[in-house]
């Protein structure tokens, strides 16, 4: 089952996060949480197995920029590495496309470190193309660690 993350879930969210080697505590994600709830332009899903276990999230975001056409691009996706290869990843990115479509965007786009190899094949096979290769910049600003 696919529906909306809820600040519940964060301990389940941040897990999945730090699996993929993004530690972060259920108390911030559920900060997080609160604030892109209500959000029109921002979208986090959750992938629920039957037996209720959260195995996967994924965020999106409609993004209008100054130097492009607007577009939604995928912020975050994460499956449970034992649930992997499954479509559960697929079925998460097939739901932010049609959200995405559903605002009118034409276009979507995900970031994917060069370290995760094992996720570049899985984007290309949903139909996403390798545009380039970048450098990521971060500078700590007004006393942020």
């Known amino acids: 089952m696919i ?4 600040v519940g879930d964060a301990a ?13 505590s259920a ?4 900060e997080r949480m609160e604030r892109l709830r209500g959000r029109d332009d921002q979208l986090v899903l959750a992938a629920v197995a039957d037996d209720g276990t959260l195995v996967g999230w994924i965020h999106a975001a409609d993004q209008d920029l100054v130097e492009s056409e607007r577009r939604c691009e995928i912020l975050g996706l994460v499956v ?15 739901e932010a496309e049609r959200w995405a479509a559903s605002r009118g965007l034409r276009r ?7 370290t995760r190899a094992e996720s570049h094949p899985f984007y290309e096979a949903q139909g996403y193309v390798r545009l380039k290769t970048q450098q990521v910049y971060r500078k700590a600003i007004g006393g942020a660690g």
């Open 3 to 6: 529906r909306p993350v809820t």
């Open 12 to 24: 389940a969210v941040a897990a999945l996060s730090s699996e993929l080697g993004y530690p972060v």
């Open 27 to 30: 108390e911030a994600v559920a």
């Open 80 to 94: 449970d590495g034992h649930r992997r290869r499954g479509g559960i990843g697929r079925r998460l990115v097939a």
């Open 108 to 114: 979507m786009s995900v970031r994917s470190n060069v």
